[in-house]
């Protein structure tokens, strides 16, 4: 069962929780209303209008997860929070790695650190942003969405925060004695841009290619059929989307 603690303005909700990780229970959530300079993949920021997101970080000691199978609890939570978001809207998706979308637009951000101890995880932050009742982006983010501008309409946070809480602790539990290859196989069939077709992507060096997902490593890579027929796998800063 997740304990809460509400911190009124924080930083970063993953670096205050790094900071109390060995002193607090697994299952701690840390939550604000004001995240002032949350982290993203690849050292990005994240903007969340004070009091109107949900922006939280969870805590997972010893997951029985070991360091090379380590993707499966971003996969698991990618899920959780798809399942979540799916009751709201259709047409949610996980754009690799571990970004939601709805449509062609950026619902939320999640970003998953380890706590390595030997040869296995000693704790687990994941810490997720999602836009619920912002209406209003200032940010240079070039997609944002929130739940209110597809719905119409406000979400009671704190509802919606023990709603989507309880279903990745779920999920995180269940990966103990859960079905991997099925997990993996869900997450296949939510992913952004895996239609068959081919999509532009960008790599580092600003060259732009066309590509088919064919699918994603145990360990996290992307991997890309290309036109001629090869495959080949990317990690998380060697390809990007190019965005519709």
């Given at each position: 069962?997740a304990?809460?603690?509400?911190i009124?303005?924080?930083a970063?909700?993953?670096?205050?929780?790094?900071?109390?990780?060995?002193?607090?229970?697994?299952?701690?959530?840390?939550?604000t209303?004001?995240?002032?300079?949350?982290?993203?993949?690849?050292?990005?920021?994240?903007?969340?209008?004070?009091g109107?997101?949900?922006?939280?970080?969870m805590?997972?000691?010893?997951?029985?997860?070991?360091?090379?199978?380590?993707?499966?609890i971003?996969?698991a939570?990618?899920?959780?929070?798809?399942?979540f978001?799916?009751?709201?809207?259709?047409?949610?998706?996980?754009?690799?790695?571990?970004?939601?979308?709805?449509?062609?637009?950026?619902?939320?951000?999640?970003?998953i650190?380890?706590?390595?101890?030997?040869?296995?995880?000693?704790?687990?932050?994941?810490?997720?942003?999602?836009?619920?009742n912002?209406?209003?982006?200032?940010s240079?983010?070039?997609?944002?969405?929130?739940?209110?501008?597809?719905?119409?309409?406000?979400?009671d946070?704190?509802?919606?925060?023990?709603?989507?809480?309880g279903?990745?602790?779920?999920?995180?539990?269940?990966?103990?004695?859960?079905?991997?290859?099925a997990?993996?196989?869900?997450?296949?069939?939510?992913?952004?841009?895996?239609?068959g077709?081919?999509?532009?992507f960008?790599?580092?060096?600003?060259?732009?290619?066309?590509?088919?997902?064919?699918?994603?490593?145990?360990?996290?890579?992307l991997?890309?059929?290309?036109?001629?027929?090869?495959?080949?796998?990317?990690?998380?800063?060697?390809?990007?989307?190019v965005?519709?």
């Open positions: 069962m304990r809460y603690i509400n009124h303005e924080t970063s909700t993953n670096t205050y929780l790094a900071r109390m990780a060995t002193m607090l229970p697994s299952g701690t959530v840390i939550y209303n004001n995240q002032s300079a949350g982290r993203g993949q690849r050292g990005n920021s994240w903007e969340a209008e004070p109107k997101n949900l922006t939280f970080s805590l997972v000691k010893n997951p029985s997860v070991a360091p090379s199978a380590q993707f499966y971003s996969e939570v990618s899920l959780a929070i798809v399942d978001l799916s009751q709201y809207a259709s047409g949610v998706t996980i754009k690799w790695p571990n970004d939601i979308y709805h449509g062609h637009r950026k619902i939320c951000g999640i970003l650190e380890h706590s390595l101890c030997g040869n296995s995880i000693n704790h687990t932050i994941i810490g997720v942003g999602i836009n619920i912002q209406t209003c982006f200032r240079d983010a070039p997609n944002p969405v929130s739940l209110a501008q597809i719905t119409g309409s406000e979400i946070l704190d509802e919606a925060m023990r709603d989507v809480c279903r990745i602790e779920m999920a995180v539990s269940a990966l103990v004695s859960g079905d991997k290859v997990l993996h196989k869900r997450y296949m069939s939510a992913l952004y841009m895996n239609d077709d081919a999509h532009e960008l790599l580092p060096s600003g060259e732009r290619l066309m590509a088919r997902i064919a699918g994603v490593e145990p360990t996290g890579p991997v890309l059929r290309h036109d001629d027929g090869s495959e080949h796998s990317y990690a998380f800063k060697e390809i990007a989307f965005l519709q």
